[in-house]
């Protein structure tokens, strides 16, 4: 089986300040590792992922993730945090098949 | 727009109601699913169809019946629904349901569905 946590319910941050959205996986095999951002009244937009190679991935409007095998992690980061960036984020996971096992979500707060 | 489209967004329906979901893509993808999505929940996958074949029904009840006619269009037919059914259903495409690993999915908006 595989699955996804993501430890907290909820990110609040100021404008400007590092943003962290932590996650982590099991799966058996190597993972392929995915981020999603939902904004309301929207469907799920795809990130970024991790496939292979370098452990740092770089993805849209400025996100990176970090893949740590021996933590078994795939945070998500930004390095200055915009208003804009308010939205659900979800972590998934897969073994390399069609099936995409999600997180619960994390809700991310951005303040001005 | 996502090149997903989801009709209709929100449906409110009884629990002896019949009615169904429509979701159509225009990316000329071959897979398209069906995910539920329940309040800090994690999403949970319901059916896959890969090329017009089901090949994944993921202990779904069968008050709910996908139909796939064709490869941009996908059907969740609702029948009977319980109030715990009340969720946002959300579909996805990619270009494939293989076993290619770097499957982006992309998704339509929802369906907000209430059931009384």
């Known amino acids: 089986a595989q699955s996804v946590a993501q430890p907290e319910d909820q990110v609040n941050v100021a404008e400007g300040n590092p943003l962290t959205v932590k996650c982590t996986y099991s799966v058996s095999g190597n993972p392929y590792l995915f981020w999603y951002v939902q904004y309301p009244n929207r469907g799920l937009q795809f990130l970024l992922k991790y496939i292979t190679g370098d452990n740092l991935v770089k993805g849209s409007y400025g996100f990176e993730a970090e893949f740590n095998k021996s933590q078994t992690s795939f945070h998500l980061k930004k390095p200055s945090a915009l208003v804009s960036d308010s939205a659900l984020y979800f972590c998934a996971v897969s073994r390399g098949d069609y099936k995409l096992s999600f997180g619960a979500g994390t809700t991310v707060t951005v303040r001005a | ?116």
């Open chain 2, 1 to 116: 727009e996502t090149g997903v489209t989801q009709t209709p967004r929100h449906l409110v329906m009884g629990m002896t109601n019949k009615k169904s979901l429509k979701c159509e893509q225009h990316l000329g993808h071959n897979a398209m699913y069906w995910y539920k999505q329940s309040a800090k929940k994690p999403l949970e996958l319901m059916f896959v169809y890969n090329f017009k074949e089901q090949t994944e029904n993921n202990s779904v009840p069968s008050r709910f019946s996908p139909e796939c006619p064709n490869s941009s269009h996908l059907f969740l037919h609702l029948h009977t629904l319980q109030p715990e059914d009340s969720a946002l259903y959300l579909c996805a495409s990619s270009q494939e349901g293989g076993a290619t690993g770097a499957n982006v999915l992309t998704f339509g908006a929802g369906s907000r569905l209430t059931v009384l």
